[in-house]
């Protein structure tokens, strides 16, 4: 069963770092990857989703990339802002079903 | 305009009650799910409808049924509610199964159980 690890658990860094994300998956058979963002008593916003096929995906300062292979993907964010604070969440969706295995998430903290 | 909505945001009620949630989403969308976000944060699935049309029923125990009256809608009824059952659940809708279209997800249910 594919199980997906995000580290760190948490992150905190100063306004205006760059920083990475990461998330690791046991099974490489997956049909595309998702990052979301999860803000304190909200649901869950879609950042970016990579096809099996591709090796990044970039939306503004958020850029995600995927090598399959290795089982691994990252989140870079560039020149972060207190406005990123919020939980970050990967997720594997699988060649065969119709769901999304998650990470345990990581919550980043940007200090102003 | 709501995508994803779920009723209610909180739900508190005592050991052994029964209880439902109610998801509809506007998007057209022929998939929905329903997820189990537990205190450390990690998000299971639980249910996942294709057009009305149970797919995926994870390990989840019987006490949780839930029901598609139609494909814009899945609600989530829990009987017999058990301390164990607090969490967050989201609904959550796509396209549809092996789609290139992002999951959306509602903004959570918190159900408390005293």
């Known amino acids: 069963k594919q199980e997906v690890t995000q580290i760190p658990a948490a992150l905190s860094v100063p306004e205006g770092e760059n920083l990475v994300l990461n998330c690791s998956f046991t099974?490489?058979?997956?049909?595309?990857l998702q990052w979301f963002r999860q803000d304190p008593g909200k649901g869950l916003t879609s950042l970016l989703l990579i096809q099996s096929s591709q090796r990044e995906q970039t939306s503004g300062r958020l850029n995600a990339s995927l090598d399959k292979s290795s089982g691994r993907s990252t989140l870079y964010i560039a020149a972060s802002q207190p406005g990123d604070s919020a939980t970050y969440l990967c997720?594997?969706?699988?060649?065969?079903?119709?769901?999304?295995?998650f990470g345990t998430g990581t919550s980043l903290t940007v200090i102003p | 305009d709501t995508a994803v909505s779920q009723t209610p945001k909180y739900l508190v009620t005592q050991m052994g009650n029964d209880k439902s949630i109610k998801c509809e989403q506007n998007?057209?969308?022929?998939?929905m799910y329903w997820y189990k976000q537990d205190s450390k944060k990690f998000l299971k699935i639980m249910f996942s409808y294709n057009n009305k049309e149970l797919i995926i029923n994870e390990t989840v125990p019987n006490r949780f049924s839930p029901k598609s009256p139609d494909k814009a809608h899945l609600n989530l009824h829990i009987n017999s509610l058990e301390l164990g059952d607090s969490a967050v659940y989201f609904c959550?809708?796509?396209?549809?199964?092996?789609?290139?279209?992002?999951?959306?997800f509602g903004d959570g249910t918190r159900l408390s159980i005293l």
């Open positions: 997720a594997v969706r699988p060649n065969t079903g119709n769901q999304f295995y």
């Open positions: 998007l057209g969308h022929d998939t």
């Open positions: 099974d490489s058979a997956i049909y595309n």
């Open positions: 959550a809708s796509s396209q549809g199964p092996q789609d290139y279209q992002p999951q959306h």
